[in-house]
């Protein structure tokens, strides 16, 4: 009969098996309180940065595309302004949690709005 990969080993060390001391069973309450309490902060943070800077991003977007409005050519606040809407979606995601989706959309928007500024 064939066993499967992820059951141990009849002979495996206890350590192998599962049935050692676990480190995180170690800590001090107190200290892993603490430590969650960090993690909660820099998520919490992370959220706001990421936030902060799709509107941030987003506002110099819309103001680059309504001062690029007469003299050029139609594509250039249009990719100002698609920028824009990407830094937009950023944000949101960035508020919900989605931290990294919102650096990779803030990325793609600012590659947009630079774009915009090589066909001006």
Do not use: H
């Amino acid at each position: 009969m064939r066993r499967s990969s992820w059951e141990p080993a009849e002979n495996a060390p206890a350590s192998v098996v599962g049935e050692g001391p676990d480190k995180a069973d170690q800590l001090k309450p107190a200290v892993r309180a603490a430590d969650d309490e960090d993690v909660i902060e820099d998520a919490r943070r992370a959220r706001w940065i990421a936030t902060v800077t799709g509107v941030l991003l987003a506002m110099m977007g819309v103001t680059a595309s309504s001062m690029r409005l007469s003299g050029v050519p139609g594509l250039v606040p249009a990719a100002y302004g698609s920028g824009a809407v990407v830094c937009v979606l950023a944000s949101v995601l960035g508020a919900r949690g989605r931290t990294r989706v919102a650096l990779w959309l803030m990325i793609l928007g600012a590659m947009v709005m630079a774009l915009g500024d090589q066909f001006d």
